[in-house]
T-cell receptor, first 116, second 111 residues
């Protein structure tokens, strides 16, 4: 099956610093990628949708200047959490939609971010 | 997005079948019914999806009510590795629509 990878799998950073998370589709091209956030014992919350070569579309209540999304190629999207604070500590999960099998959507393993 | 309702949690014995229900009374004619599951500390995994007819794959079966207002995910023989949160999601068959997750059902499997 199609594989989506994320890097790093877990990261600890200090408050006020920025962290970049990478999401890659390994064996397919993804015109569209999605970023989710999940707090402990809660469901996934969609943060934004990114399309290759264009600006991301953010869900209501998600700060676009804090969560910078770049989708520069058909296999890579990045999420940068800027000026991270402890409340940004969460499990971040990306998902990619196959450009050819356009209804198929695959999820990455997630990145655990801890801000101290 | 049309809403789904699932029980908060369910319990099953190993090697027995499990029926996970989902209500979606406001489903539209173009909504597919998707099931994903999430194991602890992992990303969601696709399980199955359907539109009107019942569906079977190697992981599970999906039984869809005739009026499409409810569906049931069937795991034929639960194993300990099936313990996860199961999400029932409605998604329009158009390519632009997102997967929006509800609370899901926590499935516990007892040995």
């Amino acid at each position: 099956g199609a594989v989506v990878s994320q890097h790093p799998s877990r990261v600890i950073c200090k408050s006020g610093t920025s962290v970049k998370i990478e999401c890659r589709s390994l064996d397919f091209q993804a015109t569209t990628m999605f970023w989710y956030r999940q707090f402990p014992k809660q469901s996934l919350m969609l943060m934004a949708t990114s399309n290759e070569g264009s600006k991301a579309t953010y869900e209501q209540g998600v700060e676009k200047d804090k969560f910078l999304i770049n989708h520069a190629s058909l296999t890579l999207s990045t999420l940068t959490v800027t000026s991270a604070h402890p409340e940004d500590s969460s499990f971040y999960i990306c998902s990619a939609r196959d450009s050819i099998q356009r209804y198929e959507q695959y999820f990455g393993p997630g990145t655990r971010l801890t801000v101290t | 997005d049309a809403k789904t309702t699932q029980p908060n949690s369910m319990e099953s014995n190993e090697e027995e079948p499990v029926h996970l229900p989902c209500n979606h009374s406001t489903i539209s004619g173009t909504d597919y019914i998707h099931w994903y599951r999430q194991l602890p500390s992992q990303g969601p995994e696709y399980v199955i999806h359907g539109l009107t007819s019942n569906v079977n794959n190697r992981m599970a079966s999906l039984a869809i009510a005739e009026d499409r207002k409810s569906s049931t995910l069937i795991l034929h023989r639960a194993t300990l590795r099936d313990a996860a949160v199961y999400y029932c999601i409605l998604r329009d068959q158009g390519y632009g629509n997102k997967l929006v997750f509800g609370a899901g059902t926590i499935l516990r499997v007892k040995s």
